[in-house]
Structure formats: C-alpha cells, structure tokens
C-alpha cells in the first residue's frame, strides 16, 4: 500500500542538499501515520546529546508504548552516506543508543544516564531501529531478552592502524519512498504492533 499523497508531499517539500532538519516535518507525519495519535504508541521527537566524538546532537524519533521504547529512527542528512566516517558515526551512534534503550548496561551507569538520556527499558522481546540517511534506510534490531545477543547487522570493529569500512554503504539498502523500503518498514512496524498486541492481551 503506497504512503498517503500528505506524507509523500511532504518529502517533497524537502530541499536540494537538505541538512538533518530538513527532514524531521517528513519522518514525523510519516511516523504518525504507522504509528496514529488515537493509539496506545506515541512518537516522542528526541535531540540527544552526542558522545564527546561528536560534535553535533542527534535528531532522532522513539515510538513508545506504555511509555516503553519499542522502536527508534536516527536523522542524517544525506550527503553523509558518500562518507565512510559519517556512515560509521552514524552506525555508532543508534548502536549505542539502543543499548542504552534495552536496558543492557550495568545498573550504576544506566541511573547515571537515565537522567540526561531520558532512558526507559524495551518492553517486547525485539527493539528494532534505523538508521535514516536521508530517505535511505539501514534497518537494526536487537533480542532483547538475551543480555549477550549481538544488534544486527553485526558490528565491523574499526582498525586501529589502517582505514577500513566499519559501516559499508550497501547496509543503506533501499529508499523509505519506494516500494521495497516502504515494504520493509511496514513489516517492521507490523511486528512491533504484533508483539505489543500480545502484551495487551496477556
């Protein structure tokens, strides 16, 4: 099913060489369309303080249900997918932030950041997220259940003494405004509603 002609005009309001803003009007009517006002999910806008690697905060949105994360779409613009250090940044920075969504770190450290990262643990066995360089998805998910389950795709550790592809551009594998992109984010979106169905009616 293609998305509403609102949500598509929306993007296409989005200018030539967009930065990260220019695309969260688009994200947002987009999530409120898989994720309605009139439901138990509500989509929570975030600017989160980056690590001390980074110079720049991250646009990010977090679908909760019952206040408990479920799902979470990182903002780059798209210029940054040309670059290897942008793409792993970008990598980096949604792996770390769905760790901390999971409940995965050691209990001093999550009081620590649940009071500057507004932290909540998953409620569903899966937390999924992507990664969004423009209009380009990287889709991650994460067991939750298991606390040494691995996010995938799996991480590519950086070498320390030679440039190597940490977070290679072919992991951005399809466009949230074509078919198959939208295909794959709907199916996330269905299995996420599944599983929180099934919580509601345990």
């Known amino acids: 099913m293609p998305w509403p002609d609102k949500v598509i005009r929306q993007f296409q309001t ?3 060489n967009p930065v990260r803003s220019d695309f969260q009007g688009a994200y947002n009517k ?30 990010a949105f977090e679908i909760l249900y019952e206040n408990k994360p479920v799902f979470i779409l990182q903002l780059r ?17 949604i792996r770390e932030r769905m760790g901390d969504l999971a409940g995965q ?10 009071t500057y990262w507004n932290l909540g643990e998953s409620l569903i066995s899966t937390l999924h ?3 969004a ?8 998910h994460l067991d939750t259940t298991d606390v040494e389950a691995d996010i995938m795709p799996l991480n590519i550790p950086r070498h ?3 440039v190597n592809d940490a977070a290679p551009m072919e992991r951005w ?23 929180c169905a099934n919580i509601a009616h345990a």
């Open 30 to 59: 987009l999530l409120y369309t898989l994720f309605p006002y009139d439901t138990d999910f509500t989509v929570v806008p975030q600017y989160l303080q980056p690590s001390w690697k980074s110079t720049y905060y991250i646009i």
């Open 133 to 140: 360089m423009g209009t380009r998805l990287c889709f991650y």
């Open 160 to 162: 320390l003494g030679r």
């Open 105 to 114: 770190l050691p209990t001093l450290l999550r009081s620590f950041l649940t």
């Open 77 to 93: 613009k798209p210029a940054g997918l040309q670059f290897v250090s942008s793409r792993e940044e970008a990598d980096t920075q």
């Open 14 to 16: 989005i200018p030539q």
């Open 129 to 131: 997220g992507v990664s």
């Open 173 to 195: 594998d399809c466009d949230v405004l074509d078919v198959v992109g939208e295909a794959r984010l709907r199916a996330v979106v269905d299995s996420i509603k599944a599983a």
